[in-house]
């Protein structure tokens, strides 16, 4: 199957600073991608879908401005988390839908995650 | 508003136990419904895919089946391994603009030894 590579999968920083997740698809052309946050024991929320060459689509509650999305290629799609806080850590997800196909028949693939720890 | 439910939300069964996992889901007009599993800490490993047009699908071990019009579906493992336990997602995909999933609550399964 196709394969979404997330660098880096674990990150450790200190509050106020920024992070930077980026999501690759390695063998395929993803139109758009996802990025999904999780807490502890808990399921995948969306945060926002990204399209190729264009503005993010945030779901509501997500603060745009804190959660920085650009999807510069159709490769590529980075996650920014600007002046990050404790409350910030969690478990980030990304996931691409390849392009082409019947649009709503394509599959999901997913990153391997990154975990955030803001200390 | 779209809401995805699994039942249990955890399970322990002896190894060789075949199980259904459930997935229920509020608005049927569904484009297709993805099983996942994560192992924890990890990232989601994709299972099966069914179409809406779909009834089932299978991958070795793995049975999946859609019922659109009651708003279910389940994961069927037969003969589960110690290898089986992890987390297992079920996500629906909707239409409109964005095409997006939404993801069940999780069925957290431990296969004892």
């Known amino acids: 199957g196709a394969v979404v590579s997330q660098h880096p999968s674990w990150v450790i920083c200190k509050s106020g600073t920024s992070v930077k997740i980026e999501c690759r698809s390695l063998d395929f052309q993803a139109t758009t991608m996802f990025w999904y946050r999780q807490f502890p024991k808990q399921s995948l929320m969306l945060m926002a879908t990204s399209n190729e060459g264009s503005k993010a689509t945030y779901e509501q509650g997500v603060e745009k401005d804190k959660f920085l999305i650009n999807h510069a290629s159709l490769t590529l799609s980075t996650l920014t988390v600007t002046s990050a806080h404790p409350e910030d850590s969690s478990f980030y997800i990304c996931s691409a839908r390849v392009r082409g196909g019947t649009k709503g028949n394509t599959e999901a693939f997913f990153g391997q995650g990154t975990r955030l720890t803001v200390v | 508003k779209q809401e995805v439910t699994q039942i249990p939300a955890a399970l322990s069964v002896p190894e060789g136990e075949n199980l259904v996992l459930n997935c229920s889901f509020t608005d049927s007009a569904i484009y297709n419904l993805q099983w996942f599993r994560q192992d924890p800490g990890k990232g989601l490993t994709s299972l099966l895919l069914?179409?809406?047009?779909?009834r089932e699908q299978t991958s070795g071990r793995l049975n999946a089946s859609l019922d659109k019009s009651s708003g279910r579906s389940t994961l069927y493992i037969a003969a589960s391994q110690p290898g089986d336990s992890a987390t297992y997602l079920c996500?629906?995909?909707?239409?409109?603009?964005?095409?997006?999933?939404?993801f069940g609550t999780g069925t957290l399964l431990a296969v004892q030894p």
């Open positions: 996500a629906v995909r909707y239409g409109g603009a964005t095409n997006k999933l939404i």
């Open positions: 069914i179409q809406s047009s779909q």
